[in-house]
């Protein structure tokens, strides 16, 4: 095991990076993808086969998880590792977002978040302390601080009061977190919004606080791809080198290989997954609608070169109609699938900045995407 | 492979019987027990999972898949076993008891049975001749003729009449099944309800016309247990003891234990997945509803001792949370924990028959089951 938390730059090609992070809980190979297990369960998939996939580390939700079945009750039980048959490393949220998005009925203020939980109606606080306590209770490897995340747009005046919150809750998360166990560590969140010159003081003022790692929060909200990249190419640069750097809920696949070739090394998102319950695949030649007629007869698998058993064991016929007649078994194989091509494209633009190849990666992969999907054979 | 269909008996205790039936794809151990894929899928299990759970053998339903996604379609790419990627024994059902359990609008006459499809709202018509046509189509290893299943109670001139109609179909299947490839067989029904005089002459008349393997049919449709056994008891011993004996659409646990002693040799029931997606759980100590909140701070697997992964490797704790949260994982694990149950149930049921046993392990197994669960340790 690796008692110390650390991150270690493997190579660089561009902004590109290809690193390691050490946690309590094994190594996580920089860029990379985590899958998302809100309720201690990333949907329709085991485990087991979230590893298989090719998955370091996935994603625990502090929000869903404190509310059912509780942080205090996970912790009895052994800790969210244990809990959910994962021993590998997890991160977890700190509720924040969700707070934001899911919850009626907050108050927000200097203190914390007060919101109605949606399973019982009963009040409940989220201070920056709360969310650091609760995620230490989960045994989260990496921990990340509480902050406001707005929807964007918003006023520049909101955007900067958030954001001065966010570095004042990062203070407080980050002395709530101090003798926390080793092999862990608590990344602090850059705010700010669309907005340039706060993004730079939030990381800033963030890097004089002193984070082992630093998140791009507040992305993914409703604002365009251009918009969200330009943050990031602003963003990045202010970062430390020498600390993995995680924007947070995105993305598509092309957001994954824009964003590493702008210097991100951390993911997570609910697509793979999500799409997968509804039909859809993600592959080499772009997403696949498995619901279009056009696959009733196909007998050829979804991607005969992938490693993984459900994209090339099952023609698509099959998994058209596993969609068509609802069975869980579609979405299954299709989440299955889906992780399993994020983590391939995560392997590959690992090995690209490795060898120093990445833009011509960055172009091969592209254009597998635009040419799209195979015709289907007669039949 | 095994080109010829045969069936020998390995040994017998009382009246319950060991045997194994081979088929075009492979050995099917008796007593058997054999998940239901209705739609071309064990509901929330991969293939990989059921067969590692100690199936020998999957049905298949004639009903919905020559509806969705249709029997040619399945015959065009390659059979039911590519198709749901099962390279194993096969048994589909003729489509009747669905037609009468499922269907609106149903003619029914000496010709067959035009009903209305739940799908598309088109009449489709079902003659022996076509459930023949579509189970060949399938590719089945073993095909059922058609029946006319009536509910019971049913006033005996219905149930004679409807044994009669049976019997006319039967002859119909089995000139329809003439010439059909090597390692196949087609098996009649007998039909009666809970009239002794009406079984034993459909039973008779059935063998009469002979077939490689016979089930009795018309069971578990509404009546006591103790009528079930009755008519197992009174049947069995009028069919011929060197051919397979198959109680469809049964059962529970008990029910199959109490079979097996009256002669009985193969099974098939939707109960361990239905049951699996409510939270039930089938184990060596009863039935467990994992919703109960006695479970939520439970570490105890459900069943250490069981082989079964999902059964030995997560807390009671942790199934509880995934039921009440309605996460896909939950129904997925408690359909592989209770599948796996059953299959242990019938292997467990082999191994007593073969030693001179079976007496002592019927006796075992009910008191494990009327023990009930193991109390919850103080947490």
Redesign the interface.
Known sequence: MHPDFSFHLIGTDGAARAGEIATAHGIVRTPAFMPVGT???I????AADVRAGGADIVLGNTYHLML??GAE?IA???GLH????WPFPILTDSGGFQVMSLSQLRKLDESGVTFRSHVDGAMVALSPERAVEVQNLLGADIVMQLDECLKLPATREEIERAMRLSLRWAERCKRAFEGAGPGRALFGIVQGGDDTALRLESARALVDIGFPGYAIGGLAVGEPQDVMLRVIDETAPALPADRPRYLMGVGTPEDLLEAVARGVDMFDCVLPTRNGRHGLAFTRFGAINLRNARH??D?RPLDETSPCDAAH???R??L???V??N???G???LSEINLAYYQELMAGMRGAIGAGRFAAFRVAIREGWERGDIAPVA?
Chains 1, 2 share one sequence.
């Open positions: 309720q201690a369960t949907k329709g998939v085991r059912r079945p009750r009895a039980l052994g244990r809990f959910m048959n009733a007869a007998p064991s099952y023609s016929a099959y058209h109609h596993l068509r007649v069975e869980m078994l979405a299954m194989l039949v």
